[in-house]
């Protein structure tokens, strides 16, 4: 089975611009988070999505937004960049059958630099 | 937050002998619990799980122990081998409605031959 695969895996933007991400979950995966990971936070979950609503949401401005299709892919997206959303962007599938918590597993990651 | 980076624990490791990374963990309530290895430039890899209603669950060359009385968890990789250098998180599921994984800062382990 393929695994959870981010495109694209490298990104260079500059301030001001907006930038859209793609993560693609393991087949039959429902539900799709992301995070992001600084050296400075560590790993912050920004946002879970389950059969196309978004579930759970962490703290972050609403610059950063998401969505999720009905193929359960998902994108985010990122208005207005800032020099501070340099990271690594991560995401992560898991089953979530009937909400039950389970295992997530992890892309590859975005990495987005912000000049 | 500060933008500075995280001072993550270092265990350095003898190749061979057995490792143990602990993590406390924030919240009483949280019933799911994950360890995931991360190495550079890629991301986190699932290592072993456990739920709240049990107190050891064991992999191959891993183990982990969960302590709910004093909020700890523990990882203990066996025999270890220079492939398992890398960053370890521990991540608790916080139930909130919904709910979130919610990681630790993580621990570097450095295999030294």
């Known amino acids: 089975k393929a695994g959870v695969t981010q495109t694209p895996r490298y990104l260079i933007k500059t301030r001001g611009q907006q930038v859209t991400l793609s993560c693609s979950p393991i087949?039959?995966?429902?539900?799709v988070s992301w995070y992001q990971q600084t050296p400075g936070q560590g790993l912050q979950f920004l946002f879970e999505?389950?059969?196309?609503?978004?579930?759970n949401k962490g703290n972050f401005p609403g610059r950063f937004s998401g969505r999720q299709f009905s193929n359960s892919r998902s994108e985010m997206n990122v208005s207005t960049l800032e020099l501070g959303d340099s990271a690594l962007y991560l995401c992560?599938?898991?089953?979530?059958?009937?909400?039950?918590?389970?295992?997530?597993?992890f892309g590859p990651g975005t990495r987005l630099t912000v000049l | 937050g500060e933008s500075v980076g995280l001072h993550l624990p270092t265990l350095s490791v003898q190749e061979g002998d057995n490792s143990i990374i602990n993590c406390a963990y924030s919240?009483?309530?949280?019933?799911?619990f994950i360890w995931y290895k991360q190495e550079s430039g890629k991301g986190p890899q699932f290592i072993i799980d456990?739920?709240?209603?049990?107190d050891k669950r064991q992999g191959q060359r891993v183990t982990v122990l969960l302590n709910k009385t004093v909020k700890h968890l523990s990882l203990q990789i066996a025999a270890t081998q220079p492939g398992d250098s890398a960053v370890y998180f521990c991540?608790?599921?916080?139930?909130?409605?919904?709910?979130?994984?919610?990681f630790g800062a993580g621990t570097q382990v450095v295999v030294t031959p």
């Open positions: 999505y389950f059969s196309e609503t978004q579930r």
């Open positions: 919240n009483s309530a949280s019933d799911y």
């Open positions: 456990i739920r709240s209603n049990m």
């Open positions: 991540a608790e599921f916080v139930t909130d409605s919904w709910g979130k994984l919610q």
């Open positions: 087949s039959g995966h429902r539900s």
């Open positions: 992560a599938s898991s089953l979530r059958t009937g909400g039950r918590v389970d295992t997530q597993y």
